[in-house]
């Protein structure tokens, strides 16, 4: 109201000086010359100055007010705009609960052309898009309000998500490089970032994101072990592949690293074993990590290592390193099944027999024990009717028995031992199986 009146005054008082100018131009030219002159008249001097005073203040008076009338038309405009994209974004939500896309795409696309950088009108839409497989779609969402909000974190994980949907590794490897230099200490980032250099096979720099994490993380935690795991098992890939191409000596660096970090890593030993020039040195390196950490994949390979390279002495080698493993490790099983299977296929049923029954006793039941003593049944003494028994047992009969890997993670079985559980990426996780076994 203020303001108003204070336009109207100086409206007033513009008026009323040009009208007497008008009423008289001549005189009031030469009156107001005579007055500006330093030996004119006193008063109509103070008059002139008044009278320019009361002029100016006018015309500041009257663009103060036509400038905050101006300000409060805008001002209610835009509140205006802000309440309809209210109204239109609430609308464009319940519409996508409800499962209405067509008008919740609408209302949500009419919030943004009324509010250009409404955050929540532009992540609900995203979200929407994924919902409704559209990535390509989710994607110019998302660039859009990145460039009228390029510092909002939200909308920088989003892209994350939409460039995974979209399958782009490349852009998506560049998001996650770019945000994690802006949140360094964020798990979900680091673990993404490794997830995709892993896919891709950078497996360099996949470990240098772990060793970054490891350093982060308190000592003895449970996210600090997970840490260390994911190094040695970086490394080992890395070793792994210069092994294969040829360089045996960057191998060995990457496979040391995989050893200061995991001496239990059972790829890493079934890999440097593979990479020893002789043969005495291999067996040595798979009866190292045996020790380190039983698995009947050491086993096998000793097996078949002592038969390749002595194949006139390897059975009293390899039963040699049966007694020796069973005396050190009585409580592993899957050692003692090997060695019964062993002494059944080189005809030392007594022994076979005496390893069996070691393996009831210690709780060992399924397949594998029941066509273990089917066989024994049939070959020592020919008893036929308690061999089938067993082979029904077993649910089934064959000529050769062969072991079944499992994924002590997952349960996935394979027929053959794996370092890396394609299922659920587990290292290190495949045994032989006591529940399964196949027919050859």
């Not at 020919?382 to 064959?398: I, P, T």
Request: aromatic share 10%.
């Amino acid at each position: 109201m203020v303001y108003r009146l204070l336009f109207f005054a100086g409206l007033l008082l513009l008026l009323g000086a040009s009208y007497l100018v008008y009423l008289n131009p001549t005189e009031t030219s030469v009156v107001l010359a005579q007055g500006m002159k330093v030996d004119g008249t006193m008063p109509f001097f103070l008059l002139v100055a008044v009278a320019v005073g009361g002029f100016g203040a006018g015309i500041f008076f009257s663009l103060l007010a036509l400038r905050h009338q101006v300000s409060d038309f805008f001002r209610s405009l835009h509140e205006r705009r802000r309440k309809s994209a209210q109204r239109a974004l609430q609308e464009g939500i319940e519409a996508g609960f409800k499962g209405e896309t067509k008008k919740a795409v609408a209302c949500l696309n009419k919030v943004l052309k009324l509010d250009k950088g409404n955050i929540e009108a532009t992540l609900a839409l995203v979200r929407l898009y994924l919902r409704e497989a559209q990535p390509e779609q989710a994607l110019k969402i998302v660039d859009a309000g990145l460039a009228c909000s390029p510092e909002d974190p939200r909308l920088h994980w989003y892209r994350v998500l939409v460039l995974k949907e979209l399958d782009d590794p490349l852009r998506m490897t560049n998001q996650l490089l770019y945000m994690k230099a802006r949140y360094p200490r964020n798990r979900a980032l680091m673990k993404m970032l490794v997830e995709q250099f892993g896919n891709r096979g950078y497996w360099r720099e996949a470990l240098e994101v772990w060793q970054e994490l490891s350093k982060s993380e308190p000592k003895g935690s449970e996210e600090r072990q997970k840490a260390i795991q994911g190094i040695a098992n970086c490394a080992y890939e890395q070793a792994r592949r210069q092994w294969l191409a040829g360089s045996r000596d960057a191998a060995r660096e990457s496979l040391k690293i995989v050893f200061d970090h995991d001496k239990e890593h059972l790829a890493a030993w079934l890999l440097k074993a593979e990479m020893e020039e002789k043969p005495a040195d291999a067996l040595n390196d798979l009866r190292s990590g045996f020790w380190k950490k039983p698995n009947s994949i050491f086993l096998l390979e000793s097996e078949r290592l002592l038969v390749e390279s002595e194949p006139e002495n390897s059975t009293s080698k390899i039963l040699k390193l049966y007694r020796k493993v069973l005396a050190r490790n009585p409580e592993y099983r899957p050692a003692r099944w090997l060695y019964a299977r062993f002494c059944l296929e080189h005809q030392k049923f007594d022994e076979a027999e005496v390893a069996a029954r070691r393996l009831r006793e210690s709780g060992f039941s399924g397949p594998l024990l029941e066509v273990l003593l089917g066989e024994l049944a049939c070959r020592k003494e020919h008893r036929l009717e308690e061999a089938v028994d067993h082979f029904k047992k077993a649910l089934g009969c064959a000529e050769r028995l062969t072991p079944v890997f499992g994924c002590q993670e997952c349960g996935r079985l394979s027929p053959d031992w794996k370092y890396r559980c394609p299922h659920c990426g587990s290292y290190n996780s495949y045994d032989i199986s006591e529940r399964v076994c196949s027919f050859g």
